[in-house]
């Protein structure tokens, strides 16, 4: 994180004005999904897409968010020793980028934070145990200094529960 | 220290060009790290990065969940709600 004062941005869901096909994050995969097929998972309800802006325009990031369950027995054993021996609802933290123009400013955490907080306002809706991503290997440290922790036979897929997420941030956040 | 081993998956899992000094700490981090993760993630399996992180909270010993509450609290001032 940098100690550069970031302001005058705002998450929007994708809608048609945002320009997609000025994003680039650098990585074709991400580009491609977010250029080409991000809209259609919206129309069928298979992902939320959300997008960081400060124009209402301009791309500087999004993440998609989908709901997914969890296998208890994958989880740590301190961690199933809490759950009922069903499939877990929680919540997939699918796709994250941030526009190349945009990187290096602390703005992954941005984007991370807002993914958060609208997993937790979902999850008191629809319940939700925690947030599952499954991380390249260049962000595996990211999330772990993020507070989710790795599945023991799946290092690269970490979950952070909504409890844990929502204990930190109680008293910083705007609307409990 | 010119000849100091570096585990073949530590070169090619980073990119950035790495300091013999930083290979003296990725070594004790990846020996930490032993402890600390899962029994499934080899500590040769650590990154340049993830090493750091291990580090980091070796050497600058935080509370629990710091980070992610600066980076909160930074996410409020970005969109105005600070």
Redesign the interface.
């Known amino acids: ?1 940098t100690g550069a ?7 929007e869901p994708l809608n048609p004005l945002h320009d997609k096909a000025g994003f680039q994050c650098g990585q074709p995969e991400l580009d491609g999904y977010f250029q080409r097929q991000a809209r259609q998972d919206v129309s069928r309800d298979l992902a939320r897409v959300y997008v960081l802006t400060r124009d209402g325009k301009n791309v500087d990031g999004f993440y998609t968010l989908s709901a997914i369950s969890v296998d208890p027995t994958k989880l ?1 054993p301190q961690t199933v020793r809490k759950l009922p021996n069903i499939a877990i609802p929680a919540t997939l933290l699918g796709r994250m980028a941030v526009d190349k123009r945009m990187q290096g400013i ?2 992954g ?2 984007v ?3 993914a958060l ?1 609208m997993a937790l306002d979902g999850s008191r809706i629809v319940g939700s145990w925690a947030v599952i991503v499954d991380a390249k ?2 962000a ?3 999330y ?4 989710f922790q ?1 599945f ?2 799946q ?1 690269s897929r970490l979950f952070l529960t909504m409890a ?2 929502a ?3 109680s008293g ?3 609307a409990e | 220290m010119a000849t100091h081993p570096v585990h073949p998956q530590i070169e090619s899992l980073d990119q950035r060009p790495v300091s013999l000094s930083e290979v003296d700490d990725i070594e004790r981090a990846a020996e930490r790290a032993c402890f600390t993760n899962p029994p499934s993630i080899e500590p040769w399996m650590l990154t340049v990065a993830d090493a750091e992180v291990v580090i980091d909270s070796w050497e600058n010993p935080r509370k629990p969940g710091a980070h992610l509450k600066a980076a909160y609290a930074h996410y409020l001032e970005a969109i105005g709600q600070r």
């Open positions: 994180m004062r970031l302001t005058g941005f705002r998450f740590p602390g703005l955490n941005v991370l934070m807002n907080r290997p260049d595996l440290a990211f772990m200094k993020n507070e790795p023991p036979d290092p844990h997420f204990q930190l941030v910083l956040s705007i």
